[in-house]
């Protein structure tokens, strides 16, 4: 993977619970230098979508903090993901209505991703260029860019080595 990107596809050697911890850590970090409260159900929740590198739904985030919590409710998950989403510790991936953990929070960048269309696996990239060029494009159509999600569809590395036929897992 080039070095833009900011959270690559893992492979199975890959430590993943010191990836959650360090996403938390930098939370914290990141909150407390703004003076925002990352509250136990927003850590909760932001340690839910780092579990994995899928995109995660509110609603399997609600199911799995009800195991916790029998009386976890939509709107508070949704109220801790606008958090996150505000933040900038989650991005949104638009064509899942999922979310996934952000790689460099620390760092506003705009939202590109590959996404695989068999394990559902995804990449973050931090391509400034692709930004450039999409907010250049469309200014000079006249168009004001307020976001940017770009999100390229295709097979990650693991994937790719398989058998070539593509099942949709979305």
């Known amino acids: ?15 993943h619970g010191s990836c959650i911890s360090h996403a938390l850590e930098v939370a914290e970090e990141l909150c407390a230098d703004r003076g925002q409260r ?9 340690e839910l979508v780092w579990r994995r590198h899928e995109p995660v739904r509110a609603y399997d985030l ?7 919590q029998r009386n976890a409710a939509p709107p508070t998950v949704y109220r801790a993901l606008d958090f996150l989403l505000a933040n ?20 506003p960048h705009a939202g590109q991703f590959l996404i695989c ?11 400034s260029e692709i930004s450039r060029i999409v907010t250049r494009t469309a200014r000079s ?21 398989g058998d070539g036929r593509v099942s949709r897992a979305f």
Do not use: W
Request: one cysteine or more; charged letters at 30%; hydrophobic letters at 35%.
């Open 141 to 161: 159509s006249g168009f004001t860019v307020s976001r940017q999600t770009i999100e390229v569809i295709g097979l990650c590395p693991e994937c790719d080595g």
């Open 1 to 15: 993977m080039a070095d833009d990107a900011i959270a690559p596809f893992q492979s199975d050697s890959h430590d």
């Open 88 to 107: 900038g510790l989650v991005h949104r991936i638009e064509s899942l209505n999922a979310y996934v953990g952000c790689g460099k929070p620390r760092s």
């Open 117 to 127: 269309e068999r394990c559902c696996t995804v990449a973050e990239l931090a391509e």
């Open 38 to 46: 990352l509250t136990v159900l927003r850590r909760r929740v932001l």
């Open 62 to 68: 609600l199911d799995r903090l009800r195991a916790d």
